[in-house]
């Protein structure tokens, strides 16, 4: 009777020590990946300004765009309007994207200068003031109409949006800011030869209990026609996109 002998046990060959370092620190970095992915889904943006304190600016920002465009029309309409902000695909009620549009009239709107030169001379403009451009295009369809858009952003996270389609707006947008009590709104009178408090003036429901009659009674930022000293006060594809805090 032959009795086998027993196999001898192999031991796994040791890792060397750089080996467990490298895996380890592979490891610790992936979970900090993901801890900062967690954390900035969860951490509301910086902003500049809150919602009151964003209108001052924005407008601002609407009457220096008119004042390189000469002999400008004028608007016909200016209202405020808010863009919901998203967080984790949900609406967020503490944050909101005011959009104010300034709007020609269907008249004004078909002019060459105001469809074509006003494009090219805000572009030029907003680089010069080192605006990104982030939104520049134009189309032409069967029936020989055009549409273009320029938009541009500044550091501040304000958005501008000069749009040429069936009329002619233009649009600011504040991008997502912490939202403010109505008791915080000041008025701002428009630009572009709007009357203020006028009935083409439409922001009469962030003052609830009317515009002061001294707002009422200043002067509209008017057109600038040529023989006037101008002032410097300081697409669906694109309005579609999702404002993610």
Known sequence: MTVEEPIPKTSKPKKPMWLKLLVSGVVLVAIGIIVMKVYKMNT??????????A???MEA???????????FPGFEKRDWAELPCSHNGKDDGKYTNIEIRYMMSVEDSQGEQVRGQYVEL???????LGYEITYDSETEYDDGSVSRNIAAQRDDGISLWYRVWGGVDL?????CVPVSDLSEFEYVPPAGGI???GENDLVGEYFPEGIPAEEKS????????EDQAVTDLFGAEYRAREYEL
Not at 44 to 53: F, H, I, L, N
Not at 218 to 225: E, H, I, S, T
């Open 171 to 175: 649009l600011v947008q504040s991008g």
């Open 122 to 128: 805000l572009r030029e403009h907003w680089l010069s």
């Open 218 to 225: 200043a002067d509209a930022v008017a057109p600038f026609a």
């Open 44 to 53: 509301p943006p910086e902003t500049v300004y809150t919602q009151a304190q």
């Open 61 to 71: 920002a609407a009457a220096d765009a008119v004042s390189v465009l000469p002999v």
């Open 195 to 197: 009357e203020p408090g």
């Open 55 to 57: 209108y001052a600016p």
